[in-house]
């Protein structure tokens, strides 16, 4: 079984902080991949960062940025200098080798105050 | 727009009324998913295709749900009988057949049943 566990419901912050969203997963595979996904208030999915489970680096990506820890099954996506166009719920999401079907977590709302 | 595109963006219904939805995959993406989403929380799956043929469905997808692709293109998703439990958020993803390929989501349909 696997499992994605987003413990920040919501979170606020003033504009131009930056802000952290945690994931945690389970999986019993050696081979799975981790997604982040936003949702504005539009509804529609929208896909920011995949990795493998083989590839540990830290991605940035302008003010956005990307911690995977295999050793704590972390997955925690930073906002530097946030603004408000980023107010939206953030999934994190799970997919194993050989079955591509995503498992989510409850997303994160973020709200950034003007 | 060559995107995924979903139709009709909004559906209200009487309980035990049919319905259906359709997908537009990515045009050269050969792997299609619907997924349900409720209020709060995350995508779940429901069921996938990789071109006409239907690989996986959920338990979530009971008898009263079906879905198809008969060209491999567009798919249809049906629900008979509709149930107020069945109000959701209905998203549909395509994907290229990759392993673990990246999923991008159309804007959802959204059911209401009353």
């Known amino acids: 079984a696997q499992k994605v566990t987003q413990a920040q419901t919501e979170i606020s912050v003033v504009e131009k902080e930056d802000v952290t969203l945690d994931c945690v997963y389970e999986t019993r595979d050696t081979t799975y991949y981790l997604f982040w996904y936003k949702q504005p208030p539009s509804g529609e999915l929208v896909f920011l960062i995949r990795?493998?489970?083989?590839?540990?680096q830290n991605e940035i990506s302008g003010r956005y940025s990307w911690n995977f820890q295999k050793s704590t099954s972390s997955f925690n996506f930073t906002i530097t200098a946030s603004q408000v166009v980023d107010s939206a719920v953030y999934f994190c999401a799970l997919s194993n080798f050989g079955n591509e079907k995503l498992t989510f977590g409850t997303g994160t709302r973020l709200t950034i105050i003007p | 727009d060559t995107g995924v595109s979903q139709d009709p963006r909004h559906k209200i219904t009487k309980r035990g009324q049919n319905v259906t939805f359709r997908c537009d995959p990515i045009s050269e993406h050969n792997r299609l998913y619907w997924y349900r989403q409720t209020l709060g929380q995350g995508p779940e799956f429901l069921t996938y295709?990789?071109?006409?043929?239907?690989?996986?469905k959920s338990r979530l997808l009971s008898d009263r749900f079906s879905a198809e692709r008969p060209k491999g293109s567009f798919s249809t998703l049906e629900i008979q009988r509709t149930e107020q439990g069945d109000s959701a958020m209905y998203l549909c993803a395509s994907s290229l057949r990759r392993l673990a390929d990246t999923q991008y989501f159309g804007p959802g349909t959204r059911l209401t049943v009353l």
């Open positions: 990795r493998n489970s083989f590839d540990e």
């Open positions: 295709f990789q071109n006409e043929a239907q690989l996986e």
